[in-house]
């Protein structure tokens, strides 16, 4: 095996663009200089996740998440640093140049690395089978001819043939070099005492890939009707593979679906692929699953628009209906259709048009509440006891819906359908609701005071004065450290009267150079161990280069300190210097002037030193009964100084 070269790693951080990359996994929207958009780590409503174009980097702040585009890939797909370099190159056109791997670094490869090589070989294997053999040839792609998809069709989805023979994969994959324990793991190949086969034998293959394509697991549907074998099969739970967080066809769809800002969702793999093959590409499929809340947040990543395809029978509309309470929780806004009655979307896309498809689904994609109510009046015709059923079931749907304006749009649209009086339905929906909200609080009740509010005065937080100011001078160098500044530095004298006063005189040199020395001036050490190593590694790369950005050496540094100057420089960007007031802590904004700003720092940590000092001298006079006038002489001088530097900080002690 071998390495990725330095200048291939260079050229791709250089070519890359952060907001295009995760543009690929997370809808963005502009948010004046920056991007944002829902957290992909988290479950959110309100959009936290904000990258930054100017810098290179993103932040999640629900999760605290943050980095380069690389590691979005580490953490968002879980690519190794090598895989991640290798898909942006990928992406970007960029020729890779390798060099050789030692020893360690080949034992480095996880399993999880292991069991996605071993999926990845399997999806070729099966592909070239389909292909290249003629029993795959004879049998399977007659089979994916005859339902209708063509060979360029079948080549993106990258469908496959598994021969049928009891271990034919599986003695491939040995001879290839692959383990027994991985071809287990993944399911490929089942283990029963000392007999080894393939799991998906006789079967053609759909490859299940993720968000950025890599291939998960597999979906095998048999040929022939054998009823002793379950039609279709999955590949079993695995470390890369979660049936209940995966959809299928998501990677071919993703673009679409966040250009469109709308997501269709089909049953099968073969509804998904005749409609991107129909040129509507923007369907996923939950694979005959049953709808999940981590499917329904997959799709949320990409918009907040879900249109539910189903059969035109009563068996699809109801399995559509099971779904829809599940994508309203999330604070979804979901649409229905159903295709005439003996159809779906396979066999209609088939037989028709894109243009024809398009227009049949804008003309019947009906919003879940009308379509609902209009089918549950419909089944409960008549009767009384029918239609309060349906009544109680319209509402807690309705109930589901997170946002207030829209719970009372709907609920007005289902008084209108069900011909009832909106006030009672208002009142069964306040019903509903104030049943979760006891249900919610039921753990937090006193016992002894059933009924009793108890209010708690919070607690003010102490702040950390010094942690602040010491992430206040790694913030400044990493937005500054390279840029040339005034400053006017402040020299201690005695006035002709005998008075200490400080005299500015100014000077131009580097920010970086400025902190370094003012620190080394007052012997200030870090106390934070991160913001100390951070310290050394951004002087010592100014040092060697001046030029250096921050998203350079962001993309050079350790994960975990890479994802501490994210959040400083991200931070920055979202809270605008936030409150610091409170916290006893005076820097201008960064629309002042960089010589002044960090002048300000610099006499704000000043004056907290020498509190410090202070209180130092007084714990010693506190100590003993011995004659303290010397001290009494430190403190009186350290205190004078404090004043005369508060002075200039224009603040009053």
């Known amino acids: 095996m071998t390495l990725i070269s330095r200048q291939t790693i260079d050229a791709v951080f250089e070519a890359s663009r952060v907001e295009e990359v ?70 970007y056109n960029i020729e890779i140049e390798e060099t050789e791997q030692t020893d360690e670094e080949k034992a480095a490869v996880d399993v999880r690395e292991s069991m996605f090589l071993v999926n990845t070989f399997a999806a070729e294997y099966f592909e070239k089978k389909l292909n290249k053999s003629e029993e795959g040839r004879t049998i399977a792609l007659s089979y994916f001819i005859e339902r209708g998809f063509t060979p360029e069709t079948i080549k993106v989805f990258q469908l496959g043939y598994s021969p049928d023979t009891w271990q034919a994969f599986t003695d491939k994959a040995l001879d290839k070099g692959y383990k027994l324990e991985f071809l287990e793991q993944t399911g490929l190949t089942i283990i029963k005492e000392d007999k080894k086969f393939d799991r998906f034998k006789g079967r053609v293959m759909f490859p299940i890939h993720s968000l950025s394509g890599r291939v998960l697991g597999f979906g095998g549907r048999i040929l022939g009707n054998s009823k002793s074998a379950a039609k279709y099969l999955n590949s079993p739970e695995s470390a890369v593979y979660s049936k209940s967080k995966v959809l299928y066809g998501i990677y071919f769809a993703k673009q679409q679906i966040a250009k469109e800002d709308n997501c269709y969702l089909v049953e099968g793999y073969t509804d998904v692929i005749q409609m991107h093959q129909r040129g509507i590409t923007n369907v996923v499929a939950s694979s005959g699953t049953a709808l999940t809340p981590d499917q329904i947040r997959l799709i949320n990543r990409l918009t907040n628009n879900i249109t539910v395809l189903f059969d035109g029978d009563a068996a699809g509309a109801r ?88 719970r009372e749009v709907y609920i007005r649209s289902c008084a209108h359908i069900m011909d009832i009086g909106e006030a009672v339905l208002f009142s069964t929906l306040a019903q509903l609701t104030q049943r979760q909200i006891k249900d919610a609080k039921e753990a937090y009740k006193d016992p002894q005071k059933p009924f009793a509010v108890v209010t708690h005065k919070p607690k003010a937080a102490k702040v950390d004065i010094q942690f602040e100011l010491e992430r206040k001078i790694i913030e ?53 161990e991160q913001f100390k190593g951070l310290y050394f590694t951004i002087i010592d790369a100014l040092n060697q280069n001046p030029t250096d950005l921050p998203q350079q050496l962001v993309s050079r540094v350790p994960t975990e300190m890479a994802e501490i100057m994210t959040s400083i420089m991200m931070d920055h960007e979202r809270y605008h210097l936030h409150d610091w007031e409170r916290k006893n802590i005076f820097p201008t904004g960064k629309d002042g002037k960089i010589g002044q700003l960090v002048n300000e720092t610099i006499l704000s940590l000043r004056c907290f030193l020498i509190d410090l000092k202070v209180a130092e001298f007084q714990s010693k006079t506190n100590d003993s009964n011995e004659d303290h006038k010397d001290i009494l002489e430190d403190v009186m001088n350290y205190s004078n100084l404090k004043r005369l530097l508060s002075r200039k900080l224009n603040r009053v002690l």
């Open 319 to 406: 399995a559509a209906m099971r779904g829809i309470d599940l994508i309203l929780e999330q604070g979804m806004n979901v649409k229905v259709c159903s295709f005439p009655d003996g159809e779906d979307p396979d066999s209609f896309a088939k037989k028709h048009p894109k243009a024809v498809i398009e227009t049949y689904l804008q003309e019947n994609a009906k919003d879940f509440i009308t379509y609902k109510a209009n089918l549950l009046v419909a089944e409960a015709q008549n009767d009384p006891v029918k239609k309060a059923a349906t009544i109680n079931d319209m509402v807690n749907s309705i109930s589901k819906i997170p946002n207030d304006i829209q």
């Open 22 to 91: 995760i543009g690929d996994f997370v809808q963005l929207k502009k948010s004046g200089s920056n991007f944002k958009g829902l957290s992909p780590f988290t479950d959110e409503r309100s959009p936290s996740f904000m990258v930054s174009p100017v810098k290179q980097i993103w932040k999640d702040f629900s999760s605290g998440k943050g980095g380069t585009a690389v590691s979005f890939l580490m953490e968002h797909e879980h690519f190794t640093y090598p895989e991640a370099i290798r898909y942006l190159a990928k992406k």
């Open 476 to 528: 400044l160098l990493l937005l500054y450290g390279n840029q040339e500044a005034e400053f006017e530095d402040l020299i201690l004298k005695e006035s002709d009267f005998g008075e200490l006063v400080l005299e500015p005189v100014k000077q131009q040199s580097k920010v970086f150079e400025k902190i370094f020395l003012d620190l080394q001036e007052d012997e200030m050490v870090f106390t934070n």
